[in-house]
């Protein structure tokens, strides 16, 4: 409905408004006074009456659409997907499944139905068909208790076939999966922009992309939110295609003049985009704005048959739809800067931090972190709990983020460790040197990694995707005292764990030299340096056997030695002597493996420098 500009104030302090159309069933609580013209009507308001009525009743030009983040960054995995998962074979299964509601195929898809068409027509593995339907699972609004019953479930399994039969009682939304598999296209390589130079999306859709070092490029299509954009509008037609009623379709699967989209249709597309009206701070999911009544004539919803005209649909949708507000490039342009990291002396970077919750609601904050070099930088906050983070170009440094998070990407660092709280969806490393990675995470995926390390506690297999060299998968060796209290709230449990059993997803990775499992006999524990308040005292889920018995060998050489020296009968200046000695050997050590720097820059800064809080 679009309201026209207050007409003035009436004596008595009433507000006159004058409307293109009469409310009638709108509610309005103002007396009409008079009509004008064909189509306008004026109306007499009490002062709080219009401001709720405005509030309520916004012009439709006020509605602003964005595609969602998080789809992308969690949902889309970062390899082409298989060639099976093209429109056509999507459209055929779109169909499939409406035949067999009774088999679990419609509105609910289970994982039996999936695995049928997965293995029995689509030819995948059973392995990659359960990767993607679990995958999308996990982004399901569920409670962490929800999360902790079904790892519970899975770790009182005895065989494989009883782990099936537990995975036979679970279901998806079955158009919202349609629209995941569909979304996978993100990472397509497409063989012509590949020989010509030219990635997509097209230079038409091309705008700035949110890199952090403010260049113009940045190929993680996963977390540019202008490659959401734009994928959701190059392929708007063929998504509202995918979820309408076979009926509605050609022979050739295509929509008509007069294609019907149902409101389930519509509820589905929810996963994808949501909006809200100008001026108002809620978040509304899309079917609750499409079906808003003053809307209706703009998205072609008939009360009668409870179903949108698809081309009045899409042509709203694409009128509607804008940048995200909460994306990266909102977040960089606008975003709150943390000052987390100090200037080091000699360098000209700066390290750059942005966060956009003091604005995002939940599940929609984000933290973006670049140019952390040669720094400790330690954080236990508010800021980045339930948020996604991406750590981008950091160098020699060691990065403790010590609270439950919803996602976390790191691209492009070098000779760094990081220890990151509980995640509880993906964590993914991309394009990284040398670097350690110690988590209790959901999910693990690396691509184009050398000589990485990861001490994970995962109950899914960690995804070896392509271009690695020189992997090392260890168990998780450390702990911090609110680290249980945090992995509960993501719904992480200690069993099962597969960090030592991974999934080999390219071919270019084939060979088992890809990966290795960490000797015991290199194996440490890791002791995070700093004092928080919490329950935790030891290792969630203790230590495989073998590294066990490892650490136990090593503490018996260590108590031999203190006995040996204790029995040597030093003079005092033996003593002494033997302490320089010590010492010197220690700190050459520290030089040569790098742990000086580390514990250089634990040193708590100077007075009047104190980091921004956060």
Not at 212 to 237: G, I
Not at 358 to 363: G, I
Not at 487 to 500: H, Q
Request: hydrophobic fraction near 35%; include cysteine.
């Amino acid at each position: 409905m679009r309201w026209r500009r207050s007409l003035g104030r009436t004596a008595l302090g009433l507000t006159l408004v004058s409307l293109p159309e009469k409310p009638g069933s709108q509610g309005i609580p103002g007396k009409l006074l008079k009509r004008k013209g064909a189509s306008v009507y004026v109306y007499e308001f009490s002062r709080p009456e219009f401001r709720d009525v405005l509030r309520d009743n916004m012009d439709q030009s006020g509605v602003l659409l964005w595609v969602k983040a998080e789809p992308f960054i969690v949902g889309a995995l970062q390899i082409p997907p298989p060639s099976k998962f093209s429109l056509h074979y999507l459209r055929k299964i779109s169909t499939y499944v409406r035949t067999r509601t009774v088999e679990g195929g419609y509105p609910r898809l289970s994982w039996s139905t999936w695995r049928h068409i997965a293995c029995g027509k689509l030819q995948l593995a059973k392995d990659l068909a359960w990767l993607y339907f679990e995958m999308f699972d996990s982004l399901a609004m569920k409670t962490p208790e929800e999360r902790l019953e079904w790892s519970e479930i899975l770790s009182n399994c005895m065989s494989e076939d009883e782990v099936e039969k537990q995975r036979n009682q679970l279901s998806v939304d079955t158009l919202q999966f349609l629209l995941f598999l569909h979304i996978q296209q993100l990472n397509k390589v497409s063989l012509r922009t590949s020989l010509i130079g030219e990635e997509w999306p097209s230079p038409r859709h091309r705008s700035q992309s949110p890199d952090l070092t403010e260049k113009s490029s940045c190929h993680n299509k996963n977390w540019n939110d202008y490659s959401h954009q734009a994928f959701v509008c190059d392929h708007l037609s063929d998504l509202l295609e995918l979820l309408l009623d076979p009926e509605q379709l050609t022979a050739s699967f295509h929509s008509t003049h007069s294609s019907l989209v149902s409101r389930e249709a519509v509820v589905a597309l929810s996963f994808l985009i949501e909006g809200t009206v100008s001026g108002a701070r809620k978040i509304y999911p899309l079917y609750e704005l499409a079906l808003w009544q003053p809307l209706h004539a703009e998205t072609g919803f008939s009360k009668t048959s409870k179903t949108f005209s698809f081309y009045k649909l899409e042509a709203w949708l694409r009128t509607c739809l804008t940048g995200n507000p909460f994306g990266t490039s909102a977040c960089l342009k606008s975003g709150k800067k943390l000052a987390w990291a100090h200037q080091v002396e000699g360098t000209t970077k700066r390290a750059k931090i942005a966060c956009n919750t003091h604005v995002a609601p939940r599940m929609h904050r984000m933290v973006v972190m670049s140019q952390v070099y040669k720094q400790t930088l330690a954080k236990s906050s508010d800021t980045l709990v339930g948020a996604h983070v991406k750590i981008h170009r950091c160098n020699e440094s060691f990065i403790y983020l010590l609270s439950p998070l919803r996602s976390m990407t790191i691209e492009k660092c070098r000779n760094s460790t990081f220890v990151l709280g509980p995640i509880q969806t993906a964590l993914h490393l991309h394009s990284c040197d040398n670097v350690k990675v110690i988590a209790v995470c959901h999910r693990l995926s690396i691509s184009s990694t050398t000589g990485c390390i990861f001490h994970i506690l995962t109950p899914t297999r960690p995804l070896i995707l392509s271009g690695n060299q020189r992997v090392t998968f260890a168990p998780f060796h450390t702990h911090y005292p609110m680290l249980e209290d945090h992995m509960a709230r993501t719904g992480l449990a200690t069993v099962p764990n597969y960090w030592d059993n991974p999934m080999i997803l390219c071919r270019e990775n084939s060979s088992p030299s890809v990966f290795r499992l960490l000797p015991p006999c290199e194996f440490y524990v890791f002791i995070i340096p700093f004092e928080m308040e919490g329950d935790t005292t030891e290792i969630p889920g203790g230590l495989p056997s073998a590294y066990q018995k490892a650490l136990s060998q090593r503490e018996k050489k260590i108590q031999v030695w203190q006995k040996t020296v204790k029995e040597a009968r030093l003079t005092k200046d033996q003593r002494k002597q033997f302490q320089v000695l010590v010492e010197n050997k220690f700190y050459e050590w520290l030089i040569n493996t790098g742990h000086r720097q580390q514990l250089d820059s634990l040193v708590p800064p100077a007075a009047g420098s104190k980091q921004a809080a956060g």
